[in-house]
């Protein structure tokens, strides 16, 4: 199994930046994806951000540009770097993992959230 913990988030002013970061109980190297979603109230938790373990990213329109997520495996963390926040970021920010406790079968983890909220 994968534990996640994530830290960083805050309340910050419209064209703010922040870093969010989720450190993992595993070895990032051997987890073959890792990403980001976010949920607002009344809305569908939604990917923000994607990062495989041979380093593609894939990144939602709505933050393309803007967002930046990257992998430290010396570490075992996951970052959100988020420039230019918009007031439509306010969100809970969720890191996910995906990784196979039996060798083939991949299994969804979950952290437990770090709220995000940017002020106009």
């Known amino acids: 199994q994968v534990q996640l913990v994530e830290s960083g988030g805050g309340l910050v002013q419209a064209g703010d930046s922040l870093r969010l970061s989720c450190a993992a109980s595993?070895?990032?190297?051997?987890?073959?994806?890792m990403g980001w979603y976010r949920q607002a109230p009344g809305k569908e938790r939604e990917l923000v951000a994607s990062?495989?373990?041979?380093?593609?990213?894939n990144y939602a329109d709505s933050v393309k540009g803007r967002f930046t997520i990257s992998k430290d495996n010396a570490k075992n963390t996951l970052y959100l770097q988020m420039n230019s926040l918009k007031p439509d970021d306010t969100a809970v920010y969720y890191c996910n993992a995906v990784w196979s406790p039996t060798g083939w079968a991949l299994n969804a983890y979950w952290g437990q959230g770090t709220q995000v909220t940017v002020s106009s």
């Open positions: 990062i495989t373990s041979g380093g593609n990213t």
């Open positions: 595993r070895d990032t190297i051997y987890i073959p994806a």
